[in-house]
């Protein structure tokens, strides 16, 4: 029942802006373009889906008694206690199948003294009965266990069956899915209010766009698109919840796509403007590159899994049909692949329960090649090295775009499904994934210190903080990882929110040598940035962070940057050789203090550096406001009490089996770190944090903020790191280098064999042609056709004469009579034999 | 036997044998005496002669299709003689009877629309048009040589007639006395010939003709030396001449023209197909009397090839004559001239395959000659009426018969252009049209034959080229009707699609499509009425 009533709710959150577009496309086509009519639709949709998200998010909790929350509290105690590690790895590994799965749900009945601490195992098998109320019903009483049951899927819809392979718009609701889910309604509403206020100059029959040129020089003028942007953003919004919902891999790519030309539609929103579609295109082109190895993974998965979906397909009986991605490979009680030592090659789980499937087992390298193949998708859409440099040329969209898009959802899905998918990763894809992570995240910081426009700045600070997320995932913080990508959803979003408050008022200037002293101007979105920047910033109040009202001096990014540091500190002790996995998180944690403050000085700090600029910029109404500040109390706030809060909780409710006990190292491979060994280190890792925290914010404040410092100078005498860094590393050039050019060469070899040789061959059969028919005419028109006008001719002066014959006259008629008997007896006598 | 007894025994035979099997004649005699009598009684006015004209027609259509029932239920073809061996009933005589029955059906239904016989002369119109029916009907079933020349004249005498009924007008007049000399003509040299040809074989029973020409060439050495077959050669020659005349073939057509020219288009065309139609009736009843017997051969090939001739001249004649004319009732009377030619080659063909020494072995493929020269009939039955009846509807509205008179019709009646090309395309003999299943039917009997005899072979190829002939005049009609600008002063044609003269015309013009679609509707039929000619009895 509350499966059925969470898949309702969420299913209207999810469809309710797909509604909003078609009407708001259609209708914004034929009416008005001066109604505001569009964007109230679209904002009331996505209100609806926040409400019933949120709505979702409660009834799931209070099904299970928030046995979540509860949980991590028992288990927070315990792990204060430092005497908790013994029971995990006694517990038996994940059942593959409903046997074995009703075995350990008896077996996890009998040590009812911790049967809490037995649900993270647990989950698998939960997974496996969710499907049928009547089973799981009986679990709840063997189990004695009010949070039996947090994972719900199933299926919406069946599109297609090839053979074996099933093609369906599935669900899968547990914890991340809801708080995503929520998350995700919420920011886009406040966006879409703030959106209303910063879109209304398109609120007119002829827009004049100053960015964009015809040939004659003049502006472009075009009709406004008000409404076009918001059936836009409602169909974004659609995909986005369709990625977060879907209940299997293929779906997963379905609205991975979707997202994908939303946000190629939104990025190339002024059409007009040669940057912008130019930005729009290498977006798209850039994620394709990402989804090629995307389809790979998808094809090894079908391959030898022989399925899409995550959770096991149960029939009305609760017998398992099909099983489930994640219940087919097999793990060690310790967490570890269990690999077949002699052909190296991994038994395929469930076996039992997957009739159509050939494939029994698969090997270790294909796990790997699945692994990267659906991580690449991620690097793509994440904007990791090496495909980040779309992100910020996708800040030609208008600014709420960013905010929405290119901030705190859609570039945040790659994280998501990394995190989705994370039991289908085995240790060395983790691995790759925390080293892409790393360096994306310190080769985007220390692009972000240069960046003079204001939304460049955060367009590389997003990509950094992305960074950190994989990083935090692949280096065994699960929920680190998905905790910072919550945290920064929103703070990131206010802060481009901010900026596009800024925009607004400076009529669309974004060069921030331009501003200074924009607080005295619009003091709202000072203070707001202000705390945004704390908040990526991680600063924190030394000794005065702690429970209950301490909490009110640590900002939420210094919980969730804490976490993935503490994480990294982990591993890198554990894997002593991978040590920059922890060196350069922490330099680029000061980095991100650093030009976040220099952004904020530069900004709004400081005297007027553009009298024009200052003189004409204002405050932003009150609709933009409105979400600033909403925004800015959860950004500051969103991660109350950190690690034993109720957001990281909630997030790591359903997290997989293995990750909070870490897995040991098996013959030279890697060691992943649990929550114990995380938590042993975490005072150590926060402190080296909040140390470059301060020391970046006071450096900025040394260069920009006390005006003691001559910044020019400084950068005349670092001019070639500053033109290093400037030109972003010079990627765009090396990948000029090395793709353009070389399929440009390409490109022309092939052109100009065309044009040598087959073009060649074609003039010339066309010419051999052309001669063929200029003889083919002459000989018509001299030989037959002179043959058929002389046969012409020649019959009808035979016919005319012939009209002699008939003279009229009856007297010759009748001799006619004679004659013709006369000639024709003289025939016969001629011819006839005697 | 005493006299008595001879004549209860003719009053048995007349009406318990005869009469039935005459049913389809009395029909149509019946339908003249109620015609007269109405206007007698003065009822005209309550009951239309042209009423009683189709009811007339259509009662002898239905008596004609149960006498086909009858036949066809039986397995072996039956060939009866009746009126003391006057007559002969087979499915061929049936089929001529339906065969003219529908078309009488059609003639009348097509005159009540144009309102050519005013209601004053009605009676007397259709009163001649069922006497030349009835003459036709009986020349198609006759089995004497007196039959021959008696049918020939009952169906002729009402045609003079009914040629100058346009009373008033000069040319109606002319033409109907240059056929009716010309007819007199014609009918002396086939007197002259039927007594010739009695005369030496001593009967003129025509089933005992073959019979008897056996045995005058057994006598003697079977070739024109032998004076008996000298003198049965010329009368046969007479006789088919006097045919030729029915049939217009070169060089004994030309009062075709003329009395086309001067007759009304209703006229024409009935004389164009009906009279054909019985003549080709009794041209394929005379032939089948002439051959089949031991020894007279290479007499009968020859006639055969003579037939060809004449089929060649025919045809190559009235196509080239087509050309320049501007009449357009003339043009469909060198048309009709040439399409008889194409009718001959299937006589002709079937003349020289009974005739051959091959004999019965190709007894299916003489069939078959005879099956393509019934489909053809019944498939120019309806092209010819349906140019004629556009040339009647347009005459209604311009007074004229010119190619004048149809210039850019188009632009006023679609249906009548569109009716008009179906039919003059089919004439043609293109696919997908009747006309064309037509020709294949008879050009491919006409290759059969040219297997024994190689001058066929001279009258295929002479047939081809003329079809190709052909195309040009009928282009030419269709060009100026569909490609040219109407004159300014010319007079409309309003003829409105919903009515029924293009109700008329349009069924017409379907059943030519028809007939090139599904040829199988009619060849089966026409193939049970071939087989009773009971070829080498």
Redesign the interface.
């Given at each position: 029942m509350v499966g059925e009533t969470l898949r309702n709710l969420l299913l209207i959150a999810w469809l309710l802006p797909l509604c909003g577009f078609a009407v708001e496309i259609f209708g914004g086509f034929w009416g008005s373009r001066r109604s505001r009519v569009a964007a109230w639709l679209a904002v009331g949709c996505i209100a609806t889906g926040f409400v019933c998200s949120a709505s979702a998010l409660t009834i799931w909790g209070n099904a299970n008694g928030w046995s979540v929350l509860h949980h991590a509290e028992h288990h927070a105690d315990e792990t204060a206690a430092d005497g908790h590690v013994a029971h995990d790895s006694v517990t038996p590994p994940a059942p593959e199948t409903l046997a074995a799965a009703d075995a350990h749900a008896d077996a996890a009945a009998k040590p009812a003294a911790e049967p809490d601490a037995q649900k993270p195992q647990d989950s698998s098998a939960a997974a496996t009965t969710a499907h049928n109320d009547s089973a799981d019903h009986d679990h709840q009483h063997t189990a004695a266990s009010p949070a039996a049951r947090t994972v719900y899927s199933g299926t919406f819809y069946r599109l297609a069956t090839f053979g074996s392979l099933e093609l369906s718009l599935d669900y899968y609701i547990d914890s991340l899915t809801l708080v995503m889910f929520t998350m995700v309604t919420f920011i886009a509403t406040c966006i879409h209010l703030f959106a209303i206020g910063y879109m209304s100059e398109e609120l007119t029959e002829e827009y004049v766009d100053h960015h964009a040129h015809l040939r004659n020089g003049h502006h472009v003028h075009r009709p406004g698109r008000f409404y076009r942007f918001f059936a836009f953003l409602s169909l974004f919004c659609f995909s986005m919840l369709g990625l977060v919902l879907a209940g299997n891999i293929f779906q997963v790519f379905i609205f991975w796509e979707l997202v994908g030309i939303c946000s190629f539609l939104l990025i190339g929103f002024y059409t007009e403007r040669k940057s912008a579609s130019t930005a729009a295109n290498k977006a798209f082109i850039m994620n394709r590159v990402g989804d090629f190895g995307f389809l790979i993974g998808l094809m090894v998965v079908w391959t030898y899994f022989g399925t899409f979906k995550f959770a096991d397909t149960v029939d009305v009986d609760g017998h398992v049909v099909q099983a489930g991605l994640f219940h087919m490979l097999p793990r060690a009680a310790d967490g570890n692949v269990i690999i077949n030592p002699e052909n190296g090659e991994v038994q395929i789980g469930a076996a039992a329960a997957n009739p159509g499937n050939t494939h029994k087992t698969i090997p270790y390298y294909l796990l790997v090649v699945a692994g990267l193949g659906v991580f690449a998708g991620c690097i793509g859409k994440s904007a990791q090295f090496p495909l980040q440099t779309w992100l910020p040329d996708a800040m030609e969209g208008p600014t709420p775009v960013s905010a929405l898009v290119h901030s705190a959802t859609m570039v945040a899905a790659g994280v998501y499904l990394t995190g989705r998918f994370y039991p289908m990763f085995v240790q060395e894809v983790l691995l790759t994934i925390a080293y892409i992570g790393c360096i994306t995240a310190f080769v985007a910081a220390t692009i972000a210190i240069v960046a003079t426009d204001i939304k460049k700045v955060l367009a590389y600070s997003t990509i950094s903080q992305l960074g950190y997320m994989m990083l935090g995932l692949g280096v065994f913080g699960w929920g680190a990882g998905l905790f910072h990508l919550v945290t920064h959803a929103f703070f990131k979003s206010l802060m481009f929110l901010c900026s596009g408050s800024v925009i607004y008022g400076c009529h669309h200037e974004q060069e921030m040598p331009k501003m200074g002293g924009l607080w005295r101007k619009m003091p709202i979105t000072a203070f707001t940035m202000l705390v945004g920047v704390m908040a990526i910033a991680g600063l924190a109040v030394p000794g005065l962070v702690g429970p209950g009202f301490g909490q009110l001096f640590a900002f939420s990014g210094f919980h969730s940057k804490d976490a993935v540091v503490a994480t990294a500190l982990a591993y890198v002790q554990a894997n002593p050789a991978h040590f920059l996995l922890f060196i350069l998180p922490l330099i680029t944690a000061g980095i991100t203090a650093f030009y976040m403050f220099r952004l904020w000085f530069y900004t709004f700090a400081g005297t007027p550096r553009d009298h024009h600029v200052y003189d004409h910029c204002h405050e932003s109404p009150l609709i933009m406001t409105g979400p600033l500040l909403v925004l800015s109390v959860l950004a500051a706030y969103c991660a109350w009490g950190g690690e034993q809060g109720s957001l990281y909780l909630l997030i790591t409710g359903d997290q997989p089996a293995y990750v909070s006990h870490g897995i040991p190292a098996v013959a030279g491979a890697l060691t992943m770190p649990g929550h114990d060994a995380v938590h042993a280190v975490h005072h150590q890792a926060g402190t080296y944090a909040l140390i470059a925290a301060f020391s970046g914010t006071f450096l900025a404040w040394l260069l920009y903020g006390s005006g003691k410092v001559d910044v020019a100078e400084i950068k005349r005498q670092l001019g070639g790191v500053h033109g290093f860094l400037a030109n972003k590393w010079h990627f765009d050039e090396l990948y000029d280098a090395l793709f353009m050019r070389p399929t440009h060469v390409v490109g022309r070899f092939c052109a100009s064999i065309d044009r040598l040789i087959f073009d060649a061959i074609l003039h010339g059969s066309a010419a051999a042609t052309v001669l063929v028919a200029k003889w083919d005419r002459a000989f018509d028109e001299k030989v037959v056709d002179g043959l058929v006008n002389l046969l012409?001719n020649a019959?009808?002066s035979?016919?005319?004469s012939?009209?002699v014959?008939?003279t009229?006259r009856?007297r010759q008629?009748?001799m006619?009579?004679v004659?013709?008997?006369v000639?024709?007896?003289g025939?016969?006598?001629a011819?006839?034999?005697? | 036997m005493l006299f008595s007894q001879l004549i209860q025994k003719l009053i048995q035979d007349t009406t318990e044998k005869s009469l039935p099997l005459f049913s389809v004649e009395l029909c149509l005699c019946v339908t003249i005496v109620l015609m007269l009598l109405v206007r007698l009684l003065g009822a005209d006015r309550l009951l239309p002669a042209c009423v009683v004209a189709v009811i007339g027609a259509a009662s002898a259509l239905a008596c004609s299709w149960m006498q086909y029932r009858e036949l066809y239920g039986a397995p072996e073809p039956v060939s009866t003689t009746f009126f003391t061996g006057m007559l002969i009933h087979d499915s061929f005589t049936v089929y001529f009877r339906a065969f003219l029955s529908l078309f009488l059906l059609l003639t009348v239904a097509l005159t009540s629309l144009t309102g050519i016989p005013d209601e004053e002369d009605s009676p007397d119109f259709y009163s001649l048009l069922f006497g030349a029916t009835i003459g036709m009907m009986m020349m198609a079933s006759s089995n004497s040589l007196l039959m021959l020349f008696l049918s020939v004249e009952m169906a002729s005498v009402p045609s003079y007639a009914m040629v100058g009924f346009l009373k008033g007008r000069k040319a109606s007049s002319e033409a109907a006395l240059k056929y009716v000399v010309y007819g007199a003509g014609a009918a002396g040299v086939m007197l002259y010939g039927i007594s010739l040809l009695a005369g030496v074989l001593g009967t003129a029973d025509m089933g005992m003709l073959s019979e008897r020409l056996a045995a005058a060439a057994a006598g003697g050495s079977g070739g024109l030396g032998d004076p008996e077959i000298r003198t049965a050669s010329l009368g046969i020659l007479l006789i088919m001449v006097g045919l030729a005349f029915k049939l217009s073939l070169v060089p004994f057509h030309f009062w075709c023209p003329d009395a086309f020219e001067g007759a009304s288009a209703e006229v024409a065309g009935f004389l164009s197909i009906a009279s054909k139609a019985g003549a080709f009736g009794l041209l394929v009843r005379l032939c089948v009397a002439l051959s089949g017997a031991e020894g007279t051969g290479p007499l009968m090939t020859a006639f055969g090839c003579g037939l060809g001739f004449v089929a060649c001249l025919t045809m190559t004649l009235g196509n080239l004559a087509a050309y320049g004319q501007t009449n357009l009732k003339r043009m469909l009377a060198y048309s009709t001239i040439a399409h008889a030619g194409y009718m001959v080659m299937a006589v002709s063909a079937m003349l020289v395959m009974s005739s051959s020494a091959a004999g019965a072995a190709s007894a299916a493929e003489v069939t078959r000659s005879m099956e393509g020269l019934l489909y053809y009939l019944f498939v120019y039955m309806f092209m010819n009426l349906g140019a004629f009846a556009v040339i009647a509807l347009v005459r209604n509205y311009t007074f004229g018969e010119t190619l004048d008179d149809v210039r850019g019709l188009i632009s006023q009646s679609p249906t009548l252009c569109v009716v008009m090309l179906i039919c003059m395309f089919s004439l043609v003999g293109l696919p997908p049209f009747g006309g064309f299943i037509g020709k294949f039917f008879i050009f491919a009997s006409t290759l059969k034959s040219a297997e024994t005899e190689p001058f066929m072979y001279v009258v295929l190829v002479c047939g081809g080229l003329n079809t190709v002939f052909s195309l040009f005049y009928y282009i030419r009609v269709l060009r100026v009707m569909f490609l040219e600008a109407r004159p300014a002063d010319a007079r409309p044609v309003p003829l409105p699609f919903a009515s029924w003269e293009s109700a008329f015309t349009l069924t017409l013009a379907a059943f030519v499509l028809l007939l090139g679609v599904a040829p199988y509707v009619m060849s089966t039929t026409a193939n049970t009425a071939a087989q009773s000619l009971a070829f080498f009895n």
């Open positions: 012409g019959t009808w035979a016919g005319n012939l009209k014959l008939q009229g009856l008629y009748v006619f009579i004659a013709g008997v000639a024709l007896f025939v016969l006598l011819t006839f034999p005697r | -």
